[in-house]
């Protein structure tokens, strides 16, 4: 009875730890956001977003909201995009569907918000960049926009 006792302790213990290796694989480093160091401009139509430090971020995956004073701009970002109602056409560096989808360490992704999204920017108004990856947050940046 010991030797079929002994062989069900190991067999639980095999089935244990490979559970706890899958979770440990699988689990939550899937999820995880990107960690990056990030900063923010805005200058008459133009807001950038400049990546300091970091994990890379996968564009694809992210998700960007812009408000102003508060109040979230009618049209947002599409992420990656060329044209977008809302926006003047041609983003630069990783938010312009032409470009690499990888934000990277010293790169800079811009837009820049056509008058005809509402509210405008307009100097002294407080612009906040809400960043999510995959749904989780990443960034919550702000900064007031200057004169160009």
């Given at each position: 009875?010991?030797?079929?006792?002994?062989?069900?302790?190991?067999?639980?213990?095999?089935?244990?730890?490979?559970?706890?290796?899958?979770?440990a694989l699988d689990g939550p480093s899937a999820t995880v956001p990107p960690s990056a160091v990030?900063?923010?401009?805005?200058?008459?139509?133009?807001?950038?977003?400049?990546?300091?430090?970091?994990?890379?971020?996968?564009?694809?995956?992210?998700?960007?909201?812009?408000?102003?004073?508060?109040?979230?701009?009618?049209?947002?970002?599409?992420?990656?995009?060329?044209?977008?109602?809302?926006?003047?056409?041609?983003?630069?560096?990783?938010?312009?569907?032409?470009?690499?989808?990888?934000?990277?360490?010293?790169?800079?992704?811009?837009?820049?918000?056509a008058d005809t999204n509402d509210p405008t920017l307009e100097p002294g108004r407080r612009v906040?960049?809400?960043?999510?990856?995959?749904?989780?947050?990443?960034?919550?940046?702000?900064?007031?926009?200057?004169?160009?």
């Amino acid at each position: 009875m010991a030797p079929v006792a002994g062989v069900l302790l190991i067999a639980i213990t095999v089935v244990l730890a490979g559970g706890v290796a899958a979770t440990a694989l699988d689990g939550p480093s899937a999820t995880v956001p990107p960690s990056a160091v990030l900063s923010l401009s805005a200058t008459d139509d133009r807001i950038a977003i400049d990546h300091r430090g970091g994990d890379p971020i996968d564009v694809a995956a992210v998700r960007v909201r812009v408000s102003v004073d508060g109040e979230p701009l009618d049209e947002q970002p599409p992420l990656p995009f060329f044209s977008a109602a809302g926006f003047h056409p041609g983003p630069t560096g990783p938010f312009n569907s032409a470009g690499d989808d990888t934000l990277r360490v010293g790169e800079t992704a811009a837009f820049r918000v056509a008058d005809t999204n509402d509210p405008t920017l307009e100097p002294g108004r407080r612009v906040t960049v809400e960043i999510t990856a995959d749904g989780r947050p990443v960034a919550t940046l702000e900064t007031v926009v200057e004169s160009g």
